[in-house]
């Protein structure tokens, strides 16, 4: 075994080191040893999702036949010496086994009567009679308790082995069987990328001579499979979305509620206010919320959300909560602080609205993913015409991209385990490909008009609006998934007069 595989190993298994043993007396580390009760082992109820996981799996394992697979959960990123940023697993591992165990890996292994073995690898439970309980810093005294693998099998609907095992089983595997290529997701684990790059030869050596180019060209198709895989969602998939659209909605709704704190507090009350929500309903947000106020709704990813809110301006609010299984919303309103449009800020606003349901009734079936986009931009680039801030006719400005200078981006998007879902599938399937029945995405136009534009009047100068909305393909048309949210500008004026607490 190499070094990186007892690392492997080891590490994970969170072994007692030497210098732990001449820190504590041998009577400590017996007395810490003892006097455990029995913890039993629980009925593992087989996952909701574990039919779907099952599926997609077969999917997988049909699609690369002879080959082995390696997909690792990942681990978690420090933040500073020992502290960690929370952990997330790879949406790829949650797809295909809907686990969120921190170092867990799943191997696809081909068997020679066809098909593939699978297994899953993750630390099991520790026993209290082991100093690993206590201070292997992963030890269930500070971690709290940890499923065993029997549950986790039970849970999940797969052969779960100790992760400690991963290291000698996935030499074994590559030495026995040198002609079977490995394809990894690779970049989420470093142990396990060095570990695979030891065993196969095609992994060593600096890119620029070549070397590790047919790895590198095997992983990256496993990776656009699993992407590909993801764009047509599952019953299952489709119930995560709604619910994660129900609890955005909620969430936006407690964000307009607490309008008058976030006066007196500023963005950080409208970020603070809505990951509340996201924590309560689900596992966290999908991405980081835009809370952005006046002019910072012109820039697109305003996430530093420590600036002031005014009555007078509008609140651009972007943001998602993502389950507890993962899958996120991804949703914008933008609304006066005031409950009141002024007419400039309504002009655009209608604009805006007027763009989002034109791309809204583009979205069926069989239409290109690119007709939403147009129908958005099309609309957008009419009124920028009409309004003098750009020379028409429509169509010039649409052939050479003027209105992008105001539109700054597409109109939206797949979501699902990530934000921007499936963003590495091949683009004939996806950006260049039709739309079918299934796909979750995003409509979300918008306009902004920067606080040092010279090119349009002052007064349209620090507004920016952008209305985003989550639609499913359906076999006959679309659904929006987030209709129950104030979109027209009387709606959104009369959801922010009525929501909002008065002090
Ligand atoms: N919230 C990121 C986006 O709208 O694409
Ligand atoms: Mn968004
Ligand atoms: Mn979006």
Redesign the pocket.
């Known amino acids: 075994m190499t070094d990186n595989g007892k690392l492997l190993g080891k590490e994970r298994q969170g072994r007692l080191s030497t210098a732990s043993r001449r820190i504590y007396s041998e009577e400590l580390l017996e007395f810490m040893c003892s006097g455990w009760a029995e913890t039993s082992e629980r009925n593992s109820v087989p996952a909701e999702q574990s039919v779907y996981t099952a599926k997609r799996r077969q999917a997988l394992s049909a699609a690369f036949a002879g080959e082995r697979l390696v997909i690792p959960a990942g681990i978690a990123k420090t933040r500073v010496n020992d502290t960690k940023y929370g952990f997330r697993p790879t949406s790829e591992y949650v797809f295909l086994t809907g686990d969120r165990t921190e170092g867990a890996v799943l191997v696809f292994e081909p068997n020679p009567a066809g098909g593939h073995d699978e297994q899953l690898y993750l630390l099991p439970r520790m026993s209290p009679d082991s100093s690993e309980f206590w201070l292997s810093g992963r030890g269930e005294l500070e971690a709290g308790r940890r499923r065993s693998l029997t549950e986790t099998a039970g849970e999940l609907g797969l052969a779960v082995e100790d992760i400690g095992r991963l290291p000698t089983d996935l030499t074994e595997a590559v030495t026995a069987r040198p002609g079977v290529p490995s394809r990894l997701l690779r970049g989420h684990d470093v142990v396990l990328d060095t570990l695979l790059a030891e065993l196969e030869p095609d992994r060593r050596g600096p890119r620029e001579v070549g070397k590790s180019i047919a790895a590198e060209q095997r992983d990256q198709e496993l990776k656009a499979n699993l992407a590909a895989a993801r764009l047509v969602k599952d019953v299952w998939e489709i119930d995560q979305l709604r619910r994660a659209c129900e609890s955005t909605m909620r969430g936006f709704d407690d964000v307009v509620a607490e309008l008058d704190q976030a006066i007196a507090a500023g963005e950080r009350w409208v970020e603070g206010t809505f990951w509340r929500r996201a924590r309560v309903d689900g596992n966290d947000v999908g991405?980081t919320s835009?809370c952005a106020a006046g002019a910072h709704a012109c820039s697109l990813h305003w996430v530093r959300n420590d600036g002031p809110i005014r009555l007078g301006e509008l609140l651009l609010l972007?943001?998602?909560v993502e389950t507890d299984t993962f899958y996120t919303a991804?949703v914008?309103r933008t609304f006066p602080i005031s409950g009141t449009f002024t007419e400039l800020q309504r002009k655009i606003y209608d604009a805006v609205h007027d763009a989002l349901e034109a791309a809204i009734a583009a979205v069926e079936p069989g239409a290109r993913f690119r007709d939403y986009h147009e129908a958005a931009e099309r609309t957008l680039a009419e009124r920028l015409v009409e309004w003098g801030l750009l020379e028409g006719p429509a169509h010039r400005v649409l052939e050479l991209g003027l209105s992008r200078r105001y539109t700054l981006?597409g109109a939206?998007?797949m979501i699902g385990l990530d934000?921007?879902d499936c963003s590495g599938a091949p683009r004939e399937d996806y950006v260049d490909g039709v739309l079918k029945a299934g796909m979750v995405l995003?409509v979300?136009p918008g306009l902004y008009f920067q606080p040092d534009d010279l090119t349009v009047p002052e007064q349209y100068r620090g507004i920016g609006v952008?209305i985003?909305d989550d639609i499913l393909v359906t076999e006959d048309g679309r659904e929006n998934l987030t209709a129950a949210l104030p979109r027209s500008a009387d709606e959104v004026e009369n959801w922010v007069r009525s929501k909002r607490r008065k002090n």
Do not use: N
């Open positions: 991405y835009v972007d943001a998602g991804d914008t981006h939206g998007h934000v921007h995003t979300e952008r985003e």
